[in-house]
């Protein structure tokens, strides 16, 4: 079931999470794993741009999605290497252009929920240009995309606290990354595609995130024109995705979900009776590294 | 059951929500209400400190948490003034002493989860001088608090898609804060704890969101010495927690929690069988306006 996959979470990887010890609410000890978070500092050239917070994995397509989204690398830009140094815990991305943000990196907009700072009028752009794909969308394949997604072995269901998303096409999971930071998830996603030259117009974005202002914003910079979340929306959320004419659909839970943007796209060739509710593990979401 | 709080949310305020209409999953129409986020500017003094989104109340209390968390304002600074601009989104903080944070806004840390960027170095230092109380704390309030707090009306009920807080003393939830960013809603309790001379050292902060090396940074800040969650844990939350001697419980949720800081502070009080099982509804988190 998982060999659709290009890429994949390792939750295995010892970085990734660690074992610490506690007690339980009848005072016995026990161990649980919990997830790692640590500092990363990203270069553009010669200029200091920002520190993250982040489990770790991907730290190269991490800075490369993150400056792709923050319109500090163009879609022609050609980079020339990306360094990562795990010592001092920095990458510095390197293009032929000359790159100086100074100006930009003064202004930025604290975005809301799960956020990094964004300079936001620069963004709003991509909203007004935006010529997405009018793709359909058959809601059997949204239904096998969360089960094989809730499915996957990962560090949600291993030590909990992340966020996740995922790069889909018909009804096949492609590329699943996970982040402390959910921004984090969708910008090493973002840098991902990048260097594989991803074609996004026939893809569909699923995230474990809210479906906020930002999070639509970003889905739509990166061409893809259907986000999907297990997680509810904003209003602005709704109302930037109907300018997009993306397609936005949230609170999908076992036979559940609500369009709010989109729904015209919708073809319903899923029979419900054959859809299971949501499995009790994947309710109990933080608490999933003790079920 | 709710006359034990100074402050809890007003979901039928209508600027916080508004109603959309879409689809569900058998393409029947349908219309719900989904939060609103909008921007707030933040001057200090003459100075544009940041833009923050949030779902817009208590946009004073906001101000001054956010400028006492990043330590832009201290204990003992006069507020000579708190302007809210309606029809801007601006706040304007207004103290005696004069300020100046050029140089520390240009060097933000983005932290991990849900998070606004924050000058890391700086907040470290509030750990290692922590002195918290180290006081007991009884497992039936924990029970107890979390049974009131998770059947307060609010728009996390109503709406889906926030974060809350909750500051509590013994058994009784005295302030609950909700926002789409879940910093905001610790900011907003902050200042309101500033604004009216709340003594932290007898109090309990619950939170919705992810403990996470913020999350215990902030709470170490407010001079709370317990954080409860009904989230997971980030290792570096863990580690910082212990370092600052804060109690720290996470997974709360029906009968189970777990501590991984301060556990030895747990009086063990509450017959475990009389502890319902979380609520379905509440299981459903961002389900829980559909249901």
Known sequence: M???YRLRPDPDDPRLSQAVSGIDQTGRALETRVIVERP???YLNAQEIVTMMTIGDHPEYLA???LLNQMMLRRDDVISAVDFDRELDVVVVRTERQTDYEEKLRKRTLTS??????AFGDLLEAIEGAELAQTLLRTSWLYRLTHVINSTPSLYLAAG????CVLCEEDRPLAYMEDVGRHNA??????WMFQNRIDPSNKIFYTTGRLTSEMVIKTVRMGIPVLVSRSGFTAWGVE??????????GRARGKRFIALAGGERLIFDQDLDEVAEESRLHRRKAAAADD
């Open 186 to 191: 969708v910008d090493k996603l973002a840098g």
């Open 2 to 4: 998982f060999d659709v």
């Open 64 to 66: 490369i999605g993150y």
């Open 161 to 164: 606290a992340v966020h996740g």
């Open 40 to 42: 990363l500092t990203l």
């Open 240 to 249: 930037l995705a109907r300018q997009a004419r993306l397609a936005l659909i």
């Open 113 to 118: 929920g799960c956020a990094q700072g964004t």
